[in-house]
């Protein structure tokens, strides 16, 4: 079969709207698209046990692009029964580019390989800051001060330095121009006057702990 007969498998499967959806797919379909996907790894799925039978479940994937489109290929076997499924998931081939780009971007900014401290602690500094991570988690119910969620966000400057905020805030920042307040996600861009707590050490990184800080703007 020819690609462009694949591309017209492909044109079937997405509805007017361009939208595209995981599915089942034919076995005469899944050969039609098979010459043209490279094989993306092997998968264990998992093991279930049921009151009658046990089942456990191991699949093969191919992926690639088809037209304008990422396909992935999936065939799934149950070795107990005896059975194989067969599914195809699509999506924009330029969405799921434009998102490796950004995993991409976001591996380097959280290379903190050549990370240094930054100033002594108590000293106030002016920083334009990325922000790189925000680990939530909730704080210890029984002590009112260690209570709620907390943020542990880190940050990266323009030398590539590693700098830290433990709170319980969240960053945000009110616009005067806009009369609205803006809440920076990971990859936003933060200026701020803070003070240097501490210095530290995490699995090797040096991290530069900031406290009190004033957001000035995010974008």
């Known amino acids: 079969m020819s690609k462009a007969f694949a591309e017209k498998i492909i044109a079937s499967m997405v509805d007017e709207d361009g939208n595209c ?10 050969d039609c698209l098979i010459p043209y996907l490279e094989e993306d790894g092997e998968e264990e799925l998992g093991y279930w046990s049921g009151q009658y039978t046990s089942r456990e479940f191991f699949a093969e994937n191919w992926a690639g692009n088809i037209g304008p489109y990422r396909v992935k290929l999936q065939k799934r076997y149950n070795w107990n ?3 194989a499924i067969k599914s195809i998931e699509l999506r924009p081939a330029d969405e799921y580019e434009a998102e490796l780009e950004d995993e991409r971007r976001m591996r380097e900014l959280r290379d903190f390989s050549g990370s240094e401290w930054v100033a002594e602690p108590k ?57 609205e307040w803006t809440e920076a996600e990971v990859g936003s861009k933060v200026t701020m006057r803070a ?3 501490q210095h530290s050490e ?8 900031i406290t009190r800080p004033q957001i000035k703007a995010i974008a």
């Open 21 to 30: 959806f995981g599915r089942g797919i034919s076995e005469r379909q899944f």
């Open 81 to 83: 029964v005896g059975f």
């Open 123 to 179: 000293k106030r500094l002016d920083l334009d800051l990325t922000l790189v991570n925000d680990y939530v988690y909730e704080g210890c119910s029984y002590s009112y001060y260690d209570s709620g969620v907390r943020h542990v966000y880190t940050f990266r400057d323009g030398d590539g330095n590693c700098i830290v905020w433990k709170t319980q805030k969240a960053i945000d920042c009110y616009d005067e121009d806009t009369d």
């Open 195 to 197: 003070t240097v707590k």
């Open 202 to 209: 995490y699995r090797g990184t040096k991290q530069t702990i």
